[in-house]
């Protein structure tokens, strides 16, 4: 898996070294998260922040947001453009960095379909302990009923390597399992249409709420 990870991150490295990438509109999944479940939570830790623009959203709103990537060109682009910002260019499955601090959200969208199963677990488990009491998990993530499984070269189960990206895709009831069995209990989970459509595409993704009592 060492090696297909650090092709993924040249493969991002060269995603954000586009000129044309600048930050946009934050996502549905970011406005969605902000309004509904933030609350009076203040720290969010985001796991895989890539361009930033969700990880600005939230803290223009006056949260404390660590954003984190592990694309140095994306975090370079950041830290150059936003010095106000805290931005760190990091493993965030599993960083002692960012998991021997507390939070009271951590945000991961297009994130977890992007690592392995084996760091999908370890992501939960740091996660965990790392969130404060009441501190909730925020997931959004590619489902098996994506138009693109199945496509290119199989790597893994569920998991295909198609146009030079790693995908793995997601089985809702499975995921809940992995949340559970780490301590989580669930607030929501839905898998859907109308999530993050784009460019006339409107793929079924899986979004998750899990909680930490």
Not at 36 to 65: A, I, M, P, Q
Not at 82 to 96: G, W
Not at 139 to 148: F, G, K, P, V, Y
Request: proline share 2%.
């Amino acid at each position: 898996m060492e090696k297909e990870f650090n092709e993924e991150r040249e493969y991002w490295d060269e995603f954000y070294r586009s000129p044309h990438l600048e930050i946009r509109e934050p996502t549905r999944f970011a406005e969605y998260v902000y309004h509904k479940w933030v609350g009076k939570r203040k720290t969010v830790l985001e796991c895989g922040c890539g361009n930033g623009r969700d990880s600005l959203y939230f803290s223009k709103h006056g949260l404390d947001v660590t954003g984190t990537d592990t694309s140095a060109i994306a975090i370079e682009k950041l830290r150059l453009g936003y010095l106000e910002y805290k931005f760190l260019c990091t493993d965030f499955v599993d960083s002692e960095t960012i998991y021997s601090r507390s939070y009271d959200l951590c945000y991961s969208r297009f994130s977890i379909h992007a690592i392995s199963l084996e760091q999908e677990r370890m992501l939960y488990r740091n996660v965990f302990r790392s969130l404060n009491n009441d501190g909730l998990f925020c997931i959004e993530a590619r489902s098996i009923h994506d138009e693109l499984y199945g496509k290119g070269e199989k790597v893994a189960e569920d998991a295909y390597r198609y146009d030079s990206h790693y995908r793995r895709f997601l089985k809702l009831d499975d995921l809940l399992v992995r949340l559970l069995q780490v301590g989580f209990s669930i607030k929501y989970a839905e898998e859907n249409k109308g999530f993050a459509p784009l460019n006339g595409d409107d793929p079924e993704i899986i979004r998750v709420v899990a909680w930490k009592v």
